[in-house]
C-alpha cells in the first residue's frame, strides 16, 4: 500500500509539472483520464464574460438592454456619447475562435433583436454580430477539436417574442445538431469521456421558459450563476464565497470574478473604461484568490472574466490548473 501511495503521489507530481505547460487549444483533450471521468459540473473551467462583446465596434446601434437615459444621450449627442458607452460595454477584446484556442469553455451570450431585420444579434449596450456568425465559429472550433466541449450560456434575451425564440432555437439546432448534449435529473454522469463516446460537444443552457420542451437545452436551475453586481473586489469576494458555500448539489455553477460599473463610477471617469477602472483591478486580486479555491461538488466550477487575456494574469492557466487538486485530493484520500 505504501509502495502504491509513493507511486500515485509521483504520478501527481508529474502531472502537475506538465500542467505548467499547457496546451490551452487542446486542455480537455490531454486531462488525465481519471480527469476526463469527473462528472462537468464539478471541474474547473475557464469563461468569459459577455463573450460576443468582442464583436462590437464604435459605430454599433445602441441596443435594447441599454438604459432609457443612455439611449436619449444617444439620441441628442449621437457618436460622441457612443464612443463612451462604447468604452463600458466591451467586456472581451479576443475573437470567439481566439477564445475558444485560449482555452476558454464557456461562452456568456445576450440576444436581442433589431428593428427591421430578421435576424438576431448579440448585444451589450451596443449591437454586436449576429449570433448565428458567433455559433458558426464555434461549430467550425469543435469539428476541429473532437475531444473539447463548449457550455453556451444563453443568459438575456432583448425584445423576444415567442416567434423570435423559435428562431433562435433553430438556429441553434441547425448549428450544432448532433453536438448538443441533452440535459438529465441527474448529472452526475456527464463527463468528457461519456460525452466524447455520445458524440456530444455543446452544452447550451437556455435561460427562458421558451425552450422547457426543448431536451437540448439546460434551465436555469442547472447552471445557477449569482451576480455580485458590485465595484468593490471586497465585497466581490464576499459574496462569491457566500454563495459558493451554498452550491446546489447535482448542478453546474458560474462563478463571476467581475466588477460591475455603476452610475458614480462613470461619471468621475467617462473618458476611462471598463477594462482601466474594473477588470484590470479585478482580474489582478482575482488570481490569488483562484488559486486557493478547489473544484468539485463544494467548490468552484465554471469561473468568468472579463479581458481573461489580459497581459500577465494566467487566467487560463490557473482554472484549468486547479483540476489537478483533484488528482490529489484522490491520492491523499
Known sequence: MLRRGRIAICQYKRIKMQS?????????????????????????????????????????????????????????????????????????????????????????????????????????????????????????????????????????????RENDHSNMLGIIHNTFGRKLCPCFDNLYHVTLNWMFAHGYQVIVIYRSRAAAYMQTCWPSSAWPTPWPNTTDVDEMFRFLTQKLASRPPNAGYVTQCVLTPDGPLILLHPFSTLEQRCASICNTASIPWLEKQIPGPEGINVVIFDFFDMAKIPFCQTIIQLNHKLLKHNVET
Open 20 to 160: 505548467e505547460h499547457i496546451d490551452f487549444e487542446n486542455w480537455m483533450a490531454q486531462l488525465p483520464n481519471s480527469l476526463r471521468e469527473v462528472p462537468v459540473i464539478n471541474l474547473a473551467i475557464p469563461g468569459s464574460h459577455d463573450s460576443g462583446s468582442c464583436t462590437i465596434s464604435r459605430s454599433s446601434a445602441v441596443s435594447p438592454d441599454t438604459s432609457p437615459v443612455v439611449k436619449q444621450l444617444c439620441k441628442i449627442f449621437g457618436a460622441v456619447v457612443k464612443r463612451l458607452v462604447y468604452n463600458w460595454v466591451v467586456t472581451q477584446h479576443s475573437s470567439i475562435t481566439e477564445q475558444l484556442t485560449g482555452g476558454i469553455r464557456y461562452l456568456d451570450l445576450r440576444i436581442a433583436t433589431k428593428q427591421h431585420s430578421k435576424n438576431l444579434y448579440f448585444v451589450h449596450g451596443l449591437y454586436g454580430d449576429e449570433i448565428s456568425n458567433i455559433l458558426k465559429d464555434v461549430r467550425e472550433y469543435l469539428d476541429t477539436h473532437v475531444k473539447e466541449i463548449v457550455i453556451l450560456d444563453f443568459q438575456h434575451f432583448y425584445s423576444f
